[in-house]
């Protein structure tokens, strides 16, 4: 089943994740992010994985900052706190 293209979705000012796809197992959003823009520490009610689509940021999970770029990364636990800072215009894929 093809979805669509990554590369093809809108760009937008401010950080709006955009669903991707979704069933009753997971679900996936594409979260654009312009430079130094930051997503807030929070955190997600379920486990989740990351996945660096273009761009670089830094992934702070537990205090500890982690620079991704492209291809990188990275999986979290349900309620774990954690931010991500854009050190260039980036976008990721968010699975949980």
């Known amino acids: 089943m093809i979805l ?12 709006k994740p955009q669903q991707v796809y979704k069933n009753s ?19 997600a009610i379920t486990d989740a994985f990351l996945t660096v689509v273009e761009g670089s940021i830094i992934f702070t999970l537990h205090d500890i900052g982690t620079t991704l770029k492209k291809g990188d990364m990275i999986s979290f636990k349900a309620f774990e706190t954690h931010s991500v800072k ?7 894929l968010l699975i949980k």
């Open 4 to 15: 669509g293209n990554l590369y093809l979705h809108e760009d937008f000012e401010k950080i």
């Open 25 to 43: 197992s997971f679900h996936v959003m594409l979260i654009k992010i312009k430079k130094d823009e930051i997503l807030k520490p929070h955190h």
């Open 86 to 92: 854009a050190l260039e215009d980036a976008s990721f």
